[in-house]
């Protein structure tokens, strides 16, 4: 986060911006590492059954909100743009 503020003020990034895009950067790792710590927390335990449905749950949960906002996205614009 501190690398960000700094870098950002270095662009000259709107000071909106520059929390919106540390936040959310930073946030995608805590995420991600979450992820992966309990996985191989699940893995180290053996729990093999609850292993495979954490990956499964995480990785297909992560692409159906993206296909589901890529398609309510796709619905607005059409909605409003047309």
């Known amino acids: 986060?501190?690398?960000?503020?700094?870098?950002?003020?270095?662009?000259?990034?709107?000071?909106?911006?520059?929390?919106l895009v540390a936040v959310g950067f930073c946030g995608s790792f805590t995420t991600m590492s979450s992820f992966a710590l309990e996985t191989t927390n699940l893995l180290e335990n053996k729990q093999l059954m609850l292993l495979t449905l954490n990956i499964l749950a995480n990785v297909g949960l992560s692409i159906g909100a993206v296909i589901g906002g890529r398609a309510i996205g796709n619905i607005l614009m059409e909605k409003f743009i047309h």
Request: proline share 0%.
């Open 1 to 19: 986060m501190g690398l960000f503020s700094v870098l950002l003020i270095a662009l000259n990034v709107n000071s909106q911006y520059s929390i």
